[in-house]
């Protein structure tokens, strides 16, 4: 992941555009195992079906660990709530 992050950097893309995480799949897509139709068009309600239950543990597993970073750096003092910026802010603007 780190050497997809560098690449990323280096192309420029925006954050939205690298992948964070993957799954790395290594039976291939088939017409045999019901993931490819007979004209070898992915059947995207198959994928679904088989890997909703990984995906859904990484994304679990994301929030976690940036909620887990977040909690970190206001321990540390090093970021404030949402709700204490927008006051500051408001505040300026007045």
């Known amino acids: ?3 997809l992050r ?6 420029p893309l ?7 995480d993957v799954l790395i799949e ?3 897509f088939t017409v045999e195992n019901g993931l490819l139709s007979d004209t070898r068009k992915i059947l995207r309600s198959r994928l679904q079906e088989r890997y909703v239950d990984r995906l859904e543990r990484l994304y679990d597993k994301r929030d976690y660990d940036r909620n887990e970073h977040l909690r970190e750096l206001r321990a540390l003092g090093k970021t404030t709530g949402p709700s204490r910026r927008c006051t500051e802010h408001r505040g300026a603007s007045q």
């Open 14 to 20: 925006e954050s939205y555009e690298t992948p964070r």
């Open 26 to 28: 290594t039976e291939p």
């Open 6 to 11: 560098t690449v990323a950097r280096a192309a």
């Open 1 to 3: 992941m780190q050497e």
